[in-house]
């Protein structure tokens, strides 16, 4: 898996696998849409109504220094499960709102961790407090700095 190229059928392709393995009882009533976004320095991911419409998409959108290999692959499948787990708990969802709020009492967690996802999200909690600092200050910073440069040239 790490040696593939990361693109957004890749990420659908992880997005399915989840679904089928982790949410079996997760009804899909509408179309959800998976894909990189920007590269951000803290938002993993993130789950939005696409078009204001009775027949409306769910946009989920995962952090764009994810492409990067160096970024193990089940970091990027905690993020998917975590937002889909938002989807199934009716946020920017056709499912009735299950609670106040998207985080309410780490339900989140709890309900990932249910459903089997325990050691993903141990695995991606410590590898993020070890080690994405460290990445965003090769990666991210470099990306802002050759822009910076090219733009006060």
């Known amino acids: 898996m790490e040696n593939e190229d990361r693109d957004n059928k890749w990420l659908r392709e992880r997005f399915d696998y989840l679904k089928d393995r982790y949410f079996p009882d997760v009804e899909v009533k509408n179309n959800i849409i998976i894909k990189f976004g920007q590269c951000a320095m803290r ?12 027949n409306f998409n769910s946009i989920i ?13 089940f970091v990027v499948d905690a993020v998917i499960a975590h937002e889909f787990m938002h989807y199934a708990h009716g946020f ?10 998207p985080h309410q009492g780490g339900i989140v967690d709890g309900d ?12 991606e909690k410590v590898w993020i407090k070890a080690n994405w600092e460290d990445y965003l200050k090769e990666n991210h910073e470099n990306k802002r700095q050759s822009i910076f440069r090219m733009i006060w040239r």
Do not use: C, M, V, W
Request: glycine share 10%.
């Open 61 to 73: 959108t995962i952090n764009g220094h994810f492409k990067d290999p160096q970024i193990p692959g």
């Open 92 to 101: 920017a969802s056709p499912h009735e709102q299950a609670f106040r709020h």
């Open 112 to 123: 990932l961790k249910e459903r089997g996802l325990h050691d993903i999200l141990r695995a």
């Open 43 to 54: 938002r993993l991911g993130s789950i939005k109504k696409g078009r204001r419409s009775e």
